[in-house]
């Protein structure tokens, strides 16, 4: 089977090239046919008899659409979140949630609480995003500083970063009687959401179409500052692109939401095992998987003790500390096989 002479791409290649950068492809389809199925249930799950209730179809819209409409974007934002850092660190077991910009996010809302009795959803916006923003550099930095040589000192450094931060956060909050912010951000759940209080959430659309447009330039970065300079690529410009990206994502949510551990580790890698680290061609995929998993994560969290609800943090705990030691466990097979 001859070369394709321009490439250098065998026939079969070049179609499979194709395949896996096509966005609607048969599977494509039905992944968001899933996707739209999970979020009808979402709609109609809950205590609140919507049904049965004369003012029922007012609380629809007041409480399931926004809810479900959070669970979405919430979804989206921290698993593309995940896929860009892991691209620019290369490596498969970061995201917000092991590199300690979860922690950030949180002093910054403690500071932000600290600095104004009663801050509005903006204030507190901005103080999670600076601080996601300064937390994500300094792992930056910690890791140009330190020798790896292996793959799991990047998250150890990110989770022993985290750990720190968070710490001075339960400081903090203890010293100025602040405890309540902290207990309250460290809950992740969806069970605040209503109308005036997750549109901020919209903001994650624009983060997602400017990765989409610099797709390509990031997953050049991916391959290290000496490939990325050698093409014409701004290498330190794309770092700085990319983290500002991931602190507007991780704030916005941190401030609405709160704390979702390992979405973005979850999503991210099963999209890659599939269909390679082209992060244009993965990035419909990896918002389309990160919806679906947090939707259902979230139906499984009211409907576990009904009619009481279980906070969706401890869901995505519990399955992305399972993934989490399914990857760990992949990556030493091979060692052992040598």
Same mark, same amino acid.
């Given at each position: 089977m001859r070369k394709n002479t321009i490439t250098g791409i065998e026939p079969n290649s070049q179609s499979r090239f194709y395949y896996h950068n096509k966005i609607w492809t048969k599977p494509f389809i039905i992944a968001v046919m899933v996707v739209i199925s999970l979020c009808i249930i979402s709609l109609f799950t809950g205590v609140y008899d919507i049904r049965g209730q004369a003012d029922g179809m007012e609380m629809f819209f007041i409480t399931r659409v926004p809810r479900t409409i959070a669970l979405m974007l919430t979804g989206a934002a921290l698993a593309m979140a995940g896929?860009? !850092?892991?691209?620019?660190?290369?490596n498969r077991l970061v995201e917000p949630t092991t590199t300690g910009t979860f922690e950030w996010a949180g002093l910054g809302l403690l500071v932000v609480y600290l600095l104004f009795p009663a801050p509005t959803i903006v204030l507190r !916006?901005?103080?999670?995003?600076?601080?996601s923003f300064i937390g994500t550099m300094i792992f930056f930095l910690l890791l140009r500083r330190v020798r790896l040589r292996s793959s799991l000192i990047v998250p150890i450094i990110g989770l022993m970063l985290g750990a720190v931060i968070s710490s001075i956060s339960t400081f903090l909050g203890l010293f100025f009687q602040m405890t309540q912010v902290i207990e309250g951000w460290f809950v992740g759940s969806f069970t605040s959401v209503q109308v005036g209080r997750y549109e901020y959430l919209w903001f994650i659309v624009i983060v997602t179409i400017l990765v989409f447009i610099y797709a390509n330039r990031l997953t050049l970065a991916g391959l290290g500052e000496d490939v990325a300079t050698s093409v014409g690529v701004n290498y330190n410009s794309l770092i700085l692109l990319a983290n500002g990206l991931i602190a507007i994502a991780v704030g916005i949510v941190a401030a609405v939401i709160g704390n979702l551990p390992f979405l973005g580790l979850i999503v991210p890698n099963i999209v890659s095992m599939i269909r390679g680290d082209n992060i244009r061609s993965n990035l419909p995929w990896v918002c389309l998987m990160g919806?679906?998993?947090?939707t259902f994560c979230d139906i499984i969290s009211r409907s576990i003790i009904k009619p009481f609800e279980v906070p969706v943090s401890l869901i995505l705990g519990t399955v992305g500390s399972v993934v989490f030691i399914i990857i760990l466990l992949r990556q030493r097979k091979p060692r052992r096989l040598r």
């Open positions: 896929l860009v !850092m892991q691209l620019i660190t290369r !916006m901005t103080g999670a995003i600076i601080f919806m679906g998993t947090i």
